[in-house]
């Protein structure tokens, strides 16, 4: 079923290679959009692309390389209803943490694909923006959507999801990842995962 607050996503657009951690971009604040012109359009409808064909829930700009505040996102909430959108510029509101439950879940990441380690984040999020139309969109989100808003609008601020886990697990995570490298081509998922 389709969530109330669901947009439908951008069709239309090429796969891009997704940009590893390790790149600097990865690993700083990037910057707001201030045009929500045809360059944005068509970087949005290319990170939908590039996040169908990883078979992803969510992508950050960052992670095709490109240095603005955008996200976009195709994920399940906790009724299992399918929420879409694209954010621009988000703001995210977290429980407070008299109110505040953790749920640890596997968490992976694009931008270090195949490798998954326990992650516990807050079961509830919601975050205001714009779409790349510039018109205000505000989402909220439960389960899996909980943790793919608060993953997607770290991003944006240069933290990745390892940088949230306790040194050993994150330890453990960039050996699976090495582990599985040789299967992603620098240019994945342009090029499919080799076998």
């Not at 749920?103 to 326990?118: K, M, Q, R, V, Y």
């Not at 509830?124 to 808003?149: K, Y």
Request: negative net charge; hydrophobic residues 35%; proline residues 6%.
């Amino acid at each position: 079923m389709q969530h109330p607050s669901s947009r439908p996503l951008p069709e239309g657009g090429s796969v891009r290679p997704i940009t590893r951690w390790g790149t600097a971009v990865m690993h700083r604040e990037v910057q707001d959009v201030t045009s929500f012109d045809e360059d944005l359009a068509v970087l949005v409808r290319d990170m939908v692309a590039t996040m169908n064909a990883a078979h992803g829930v969510g992508l950050a700009a960052n992670q095709v390389g490109v240095d603005l505040k955008v996200f976009v996102f195709d994920c399940p909430d906790d009724d299992e209803d399918r929420v879409t959108g694209v954010v621009c510029n988000p703001v995210l509101t977290l429980p407070e943490a008299g109110d505040r439950q953790l749920e640890t879940a596997d968490e992976g990441c694009l931008s270090l694909p195949g490798a998954f380690i326990e992650c516990s984040r807050p079961d509830r999020a919601s975050v205001t923006g714009f779409d790349e139309t510039g018109r205000p969109v505000e989402f909220h989100g439960t389960g899996l959507l909980a943790r793919c808003l608060q993953h997607e609008t770290d991003h944006l601020f240069g933290t990745v999801f390892g940088d949230r886990v306790p040194e050993r697990a994150r330890k453990k995570l960039y050996k699976q990842h090495r582990e599985l490298a040789d299967h992603y081509l620098d240019d994945w998922p342009v090029s499919d995962i080799v076998e």
